[in-house]
């Protein structure tokens, strides 16, 4: 059974488009996130969300806004699409609980590979 | 912002040890040193963490030096589908919770 799942596993879209990527997790955690890693291979945390909440929401315009519905997916929309935005999206989860000073190792999705013509 | 630097590539024999070194200079008493790699196409894949001690577990070994500013990773037995990118993160903490950043990471390369 696939732990972090993630769909499309490719999208490809036109400049100024609005898309959705979604992101599901089966592993029962209650902390999810949001990367971007970009053509340079740099993987950055975009967003964070624990229990529903957002607790990490880096410097990312504000074209792009993650609905958590519940705590096993984390959706991420993306609004007036630009040819920056062209990335491979790792959705990922752990489990923080209320222990957020220890460690919790992140499972990652496979990706979305964005591209925008 | 990434805290720790690594060799940008690196190749190993198949069969052989694998030892992939970090630097974390600036680290803090109370962050911990993690590995993860990506294997190509593939989401990041932990490996170990360890913040002062050794640790071993089924993947990999974690050497990290007494005055904590550098580490090493070790594969024992490297094979082809241990090549990736390993990338070594010391945690930042936010609000609370953690946010890994990543690096730019090894690239390794088994060779047959």
């Known amino acids: 059974d696939t732990a972090v799942s993630q769909t499309p596993k490719y999208l490809v879209t036109q400049m100024g488009n609005d898309k959705s990527i979604k992101c599901e997790q089966n592993l029962g955690h209650d902390t999810m996130y949001w990367y971007k890693q970009d053509s340079k291979k740099f993987l950055k945390i975009m967003f964070s969300y624990n229990n529903k909440e957002l607790i990490i929401n880096e410097t990312v315009p504000n074209r792009f806004s993650p609905k958590s519905p519940d705590k096993a997916h984390l959706n991420l929309h993306i609004n007036s699409l630009e040819l920056g935005d062209s990335a491979v999206y790792f959705c990922?989860?752990?489990?923080?609980?209320?222990?957020?000073?220890?460690?919790?190792?992140?499972?990652f999705g496979p990706g979305t590979r964005l591209t925008v013509l | 912002d990434a805290k720790t630097t690594q060799p940008p590539s690196m190749d190993c024999a198949e069969g052989r040890a694998a030892n992939l070194p970090c630097n974390h200079s600036?680290?803090?008493?109370?962050?911990?040193v993690y590995w993860y790699r990506q294997i190509h196409s593939q989401g990041p894949q932990y490996i170990i963490h360890?913040?002062?001690n050794n640790e071993t577990n089924e993947m990999a070994s974690l050497i990290i030096t007494e005055d904590r500013k550098s580490s090493t990773l070790i594969l024992p037995h490297a094979t082809l589908r241990d090549t990736a990118v390993y990338y070594c993160?010391?945690?930042?903490?936010?609000?609370?919770?953690?946010?890994?950043?990543f690096g730019t990471g090894t690239k390794l390369q088994v060779i047959p």
């Open positions: 360890g913040l002062k």
């Open positions: 990922a989860s752990s489990q923080v609980g209320s222990r957020r000073s220890s460690y919790n190792e992140q499972f």
């Open positions: 993160i010391v945690r930042v903490d936010s609000g609370g919770y953690q946010k890994v950043t």
């Open positions: 600036t680290i803090s008493g109370n962050e911990y």
